[in-house]
């Protein structure tokens, strides 16, 4: 069974940064895409990144070249790092994993299956 626990988020003034860390554990082995989610309050769930082992990334023009992704295999732990946040960052952030032998490397939240409980980003203006 598979459980993602994200940490990290928290209250920051425009401009500041965050570093969201996502520790998954349950995984059979490293073959899962993972990736960063957010939803804010109204609004539907949106991606914001997504990896896979090999490193492949794909970002939200949104957050590209303000957002970095980052994957400790051995850890089993997925990091955001959060430059530049704007006053529309502001959402709840989801860590998302699915098993799979070749991600699709899309954005698309139906992808997949597992989900941690998020974790609050709040940027002030």
């Known amino acids: 069974q598979v459980q993602l626990v994200e940490s990290g988020g928290g209250s920051v003034q425009a401009g500041g940064s965050l570093r969201l860390s996502c520790t998954a554990s349950?995984?059979?082995?490293?073959?899962?895409?993972m990736g960063w989610f957010r939803q804010a309050p109204g609004k539907e769930r949106e991606g914001v990144v997504v990896t896979d082992r090999n490193g492949r990334t794909t970002y939200a023009d949104s957050v590209l070249g303000r957002f970095t992704i980052s994957r400790d295999i051995a850890k089993n732990t997925l990091f955001l790092q959060m430059t530049s946040l704007k006053y529309e960052d502001s959402a709840m952030y989801y860590c998302?994993?699915?098993?799979?032998?070749?991600?699709?490397?899309?954005?698309?939240?139906?992808?997949?299956?597992?989900w941690g409980q998020g974790t609050q980003v709040t940027v002030s203006s």
């Open positions: 349950g995984l059979t082995d490293s073959n899962y895409c």
């Open positions: 998302a994993a699915r098993r799979f032998s070749s991600c699709p490397m899309n954005l698309w939240a139906a992808f997949f299956g597992e």
